[in-house]
């Protein structure tokens, strides 16, 4: 018996398989060599460029838009690397809307950015396909440094402490490094197995060991990384969830967004996911997105986003709530969850609309419910499983300068230090500046 | 990385990229960011002599000329030579100089065409250290009109007389600087070359009025109402100097005189062509005034990336076109191309077609479903259709082999033969009975 978008429950094979493949290609193809010269053309090489005040890496985006439109995308590679070594990634999975392309002058001029973030993409993939790792490492200093997790920050931090001649070990929990890179990104936004594409490249700088199902606190602890390492440098993310705080959450069918997107970017085939007729998910950022459009695309026939708060201080971007609504995702704002409903599973969960007052978010007395035969919970990530020794900074790891923790030795950067915005890029940025910084110090005091 | 380590006539610069002396040059606050932003060498505004500094306009000094979207394609001036007085140049020049060592230096010198005056410029000049100097016999306004500039790179027998006198009176290495507002180049090389200079450098700007106002019928740019020609440089003007570059380069008086490649460098490629046309470096201005000193840092990754490709040295690609660089009388009057057109790449825009049909000779048909197709009985292989496609690599010239029939004459493909022996020319050489 073959399932439909109407086969009430959780259930995979909704849609035929040529859909799969249609709904989980490329979001946005690459640029050809024409399309990139035409894009590269629009560029007016902005003195002091803001789109490179914007980029949290720095990047020179207006010399690397140049070297494209000369027919040097192999240079422009190099200048996006210098800066942002996951600039591939950076290139496909960056709210440029909302840094880069939002202050290009022809995007306040016109409405029309210089698509910055695909010429990026149209630089790196030019190198990467032809396998060429334009960056040589520096004579070994003998020193070491351990990087705990493999996601953007560590592998940023890794690839710049290995360049200036130290061994890296990098730990990862999971059974793959790449971190958020691997398992939190919308599989149309990265397919083809980008990002491990991308770290098999990445590593071709040398001297780098990557160890992967050791988890801090289980495998491995702190004091041994600091006894055997000469520095340490912590990019574990943020390991927890959110709790809803709604009463029968605990019911079947109710489950965290990031595990779902983890799960889908891993399946092969996408066409055995179970996925249910009704979804909703609660939330207001890109994991809420990335969850309700993947829902969409996998057959769901009623996907609906339910935000406590007002649309303007949702997180996703209007770029990516826009791309949700096209995709037929319903967005409700101002909502908060009461209740899920449901014997054994979820059947259907009931919200109370919110007030924002001084005193902050009230619930008003006026409720709704809505059918769901499946929740994702999309509410937040949080620190959890780091060492005891380390300062906190709110629900962080406090950090000086560029990463520095309470620990003398020990660097952290990425989500889970304090005072970044949960961007890849910026997780890339600080990986590469507290490589600079332990490098520094390493050097000091040999 | 390519090294692009460049040595013009004894001058070491870590780039074979140096700034033309012009208004980016003018003062040490710019030579100092040039310099940072990765500039081999510098020619410092032309200084003039001593006295009352000279007086520029206060209106408009540029005029301009756009491709699409704004893309400034011809920049135009009518600014004078440094208007600043010479003390405070010369001052800036050793400071620069002594903070840069491994750059170049290089002062572009106008006075009057006596013996006295430079005399005393070059003394005046010779403790700032400065690596040469460079003889401005090219700006064609203003200074020219008082004797100077262009007037004296018009007249061989000055630019003999004046290099002479550079080369008696200073152990600089010269490079004499010469106008392309000449018929020929090669008679005002030729003299720079008989007074003992170095080097030349060429193209200095090309007399010009950029537009006409439609409004106030004035030429532009446009000074209350009034205009006059000024200097016309950027890449426009490439075609020119490269043709004027390339006939010293290759003419058996000048050939090997040291060459410093001027005019519309704007990329690598620009530099790169240049180079290969016998220029031992290069100087840009209109790039640098276009998008700011940071333009360089492309020129020099293109330049690396594009001698790595070749596996060449610097060295190896100056003057590697000239011997190919050969008059009209010596082409292959037996080489036969056709056009074709990549109907898979072709988006049925139809411009060939219409360039063919109305201006050339009739040789693309229409055919149902906008489909285009090359008559080989009609084309003489002009290229039009190439030049006039947006469509990059979609229409090509084909090479009709040896023996193939060539439709349009009805004669078979021969091997080389040019006009020298051609039987329609009356001066043709006879073959030996």
Partial sequence: MTNSQLTPGVVPGRLPAAAYRDHFADKEPAFDRHEAQVAADRCYFCHDAPCMTACPTSIDIPLFIRQISTGTPEAAAVTIWSQNILGGMCGRVCPTEQLCEEVCVREVAEGKPVEIGRLQRYATDSVMAKGVHPFARAARTGKTVAVVGAGPAGLSAAHRLAMHGHDVTIYDARRKAGGLNEYGIAAYKAPNDFAQAEIDWLMKIGGITVKTGKSLGRDISLDELRKAHDAVFLGIGLAGVNALRAEGEEKAMVRDAVDFIAELRQAADKSVLPIGRDVVVIGGGMTAVDAAVQSKLLGAENVTIVYRRTQDKMSASDYEQNHAASKGVRIITGAAPLRVHGDGAVREIEFAYTIEGPDGLALSSETFVLKADQVFKAIGQSLEGQPDALKLEGRKIAVTGAGRTSLPGVWAGGDCAAGGNDLTVTAVAEGRDAAEDIHASLMAKA | ?433
């Fill in chain 2, 1 to 433: 990385m390519a090294d692009l380590t460049s040595n013009f006539i004894g001058i070491k610069s870590p780039n074979p990229f140096w700034l033309a002396s012009a208004p980016p040059t003018d003062k040490e606050y710019n030579v100092r960011r040039a310099f940072e932003a990765g500039w081999g060498g510098v020619v410092w505004k032309t200084l003039g002599s001593e006295g009352p500094p000279i007086v520029n306009v206060s209106g408009p000094r540029y005029g301009a000329i756009w491709g699409s979207d704004r893309r400034l394609m011809g920049l135009n001036n009518i600014e004078l030579i440094t208007d600043r007085p010479l003390e405070v140049n010369l001052r800036e020049i050793k400071s620069v100089k002594r903070d840069y060592p491994d750059r170049a230096l290089v002062i572009s010198l106008m006075v009057p065409c006596d013996e006295e005056s430079w005399k005393d410029i070059l003394k005046r000049i010779e403790d700032t250290e400065a690596d040469g100097v460079e003889l401005n016999f090219g700006c064609p306004h203003g200074m020219a009109e008082r004797g100077m500039g262009s007037a004296v790179g018009q007249v061989p027998e000055y630019i003999e007389m004046v290099t002479r006198w550079v080369k008696q009176y200073s152990r600089m290495p010269c490079i004499v600087k010469l106008t392309p507002n000449v018929t020929s180049i090669l008679p005002p090389a030729m003299a720079a070359k008989r007074g003992g200079a170095d080097a030349v450098s060429l193209i200095n700007t090309v007399k010009s009025i950029t537009n006409v106002d439609l409004d106030s019928f004035s030429p532009f740019p446009m000074i209350d109402g009034k205009g006059s020609h000024g200097g016309y440089c950027g890449p426009a003007v490439k075609p020119i100097a490269l043709n004027m570059v390339g006939e010293i380069a290759r003419h058996h008086e000048t050939h090997g005189l040291p060459i410093s490649g001027i005019g519309g460098v704007t990329t690598w490629r620009d530099a790169a062509e240049f180079l290969a046309m016998g220029s031992g470096n290069v100087q840009v201005c209109t790039a640098a005034m276009t998008y700011g000193f940071k333009v360089v840092q492309e020129m020099i990754s293109g330049l690396s990336q594009y001698l790595d490709s070749k596996d060449m040295a610097l060295d190896d690609l100056i003057g590697r076109a000239v011997p190919n660089f050969v008059e009209w009388q010596d082409l292959n009057l037996n080489y036969v191309t056709k056009a074709r057109i990549d109907q898979d790449a072709c988006i049925k825009c139809g411009r060939c077609y219409a360039a063919c049909e109305d201006t050339s000779h009739q040789a693309i048909a229409m055919k149902p479903g906008r489909v285009f197709e090359v008559k080989d009985d009609e084309c003489v292989a002009c290229n039009l259709c190439v030049n006039v496609c947006p469509v990059e690599n979609c229409i090509t010239m084909e090479k009709l082999p040896l023996g193939a029939l060539d439709e349009r004459t009805g004669r078979k493909v021969e091997p080389y033969a040019n006009w020298t022996t051609h039987p329609n020319n009356p001066m043709a050489v006879k073959a030996a009975e």
